[in-house]
């Protein structure tokens, strides 16, 4: 009986520490989603209004930039967007999940798919089971650089030009709050655009030239893309942590509850033992006198 309760204070005391950590993993990961929240609303403007001049400027291009064009041979890149720490419930294996699909559909219609793994998580797993990885990038955490969009950018716009892949998708969480990310597929490469059927009610005098202007845009529009994708991936991972360690505290809290009750009823029990047994022992003292 004592080496019982002896057990359950260590059993409690273990779940206590545990306790600790996850609470204190959920305040970090709460202050770290307030700012990847507050940048990532911060930057989404931009990337719209770049798209909104774009359009506005396609419409006088007599030959497509090659940004824009669309291509029927080549291989698929397809960018997929992990973490690179774990504990942040299933924000990785949905988005795993979600590439494997991808990459299945892909191979049905007959195209070739190469992986771009950026995240540890994704990284390894896609390494272990062989899939085609061309490329990796980790260590974005805890600031992400507009460099970083840069650099990837600029590794997406050359292999495309150079026609290597006629499409590059990324695959990633958008975030939408604390408690909700969905996984989103959109295509990098080539930028899709539309013209509106009505022409702008105001027209802007374009200098040098619209076509010049253009030109400039629409690299600086992919690599804002992907700073934009990465900032809706950390700011996913975040709240996908916090909500995960809230529910592992959460859960400490009632294993705690159901092992301190455990623990005073055994111990009861055990008091109550003795007490039978002193009064038996008292009893037969009494009688053999």
């Not at 397809?78 to 990785?92: I, Q």
């Not at 797993?125 to 840069?150: L, M, N, S, W």
Request: charge should be positive; hydrophobic fraction near 40%.
């Amino acid at each position: 009986m004592l080496g019982n309760l002896r057990r359950l204070r260590q059993r409690i005391k273990g779940v206590e520490k545990t306790h600790h950590l996850t609470s204190a993993m959920k305040v970090v990961a709460s202050v770290r989603v307030r700012k990847a929240q507050n940048a990532l609303y911060a930057m989404r403007p931009y990337s719209d209004r770049l798209m909104s001049m774009i359009q506005r400027l396609v419409r006088y291009e007599e030959e497509p930039h090659p940004l824009l064009r669309t291509k029927e041979e080549g291989k698929i890149l397809l960018a997929v967007f992990t973490s690179d720490k774990g504990l942040c419930g299933p924000f990785n294996s949905n988005i795993i999940k979600k590439a494997e699909l991808v990459i299945k559909n892909f191979r049905e219609k007959g195209d070739e798919v190469d992986i771009i793994a950026i995240g540890k998580k994704g990284r390894d797993h896609f390494r272990k089971h062989d899939y085609p990885v061309v490329a990796e990038y980790t260590g974005f955490q805890p600031r992400i650089d507009y460099e970083d969009a840069v650099a990837i950018g600029e590794i997406f716009i050359d292999s495309f030009v150079a026609g290597d892949y006629k499409e590059i998708t990324a695959l990633y969480h958008q975030f939408y709050s604390a408690g909700r990310q969905v996984v989103i597929e959109r295509c990098i490469l080539p930028i899709r655009t539309f013209v509106p059927a009505e022409p702008p009610p105001v027209e802007y005098i374009y200098e040098p030239d619209k076509t010049s202007i253009l030109h400039v845009i629409l690299p600086m529009y992919v690599n804002v893309t992907i700073w934009r994708v990465l900032q809706e991936s950390t700011a996913s991972e975040h709240g996908a942590r916090m909500v995960a360690m809230d529910m592992a505290t959460r859960r400490c809290e009632e294993q705690i509850d159901a092992l301190t009750l455990r623990y005073h009823k055994e111990r009861q029990a055990s008091i109550t033992m003795e007490l039978i047994d002193i009064v038996g022992t008292a009893e037969a003292v009494s009688g053999g006198i």
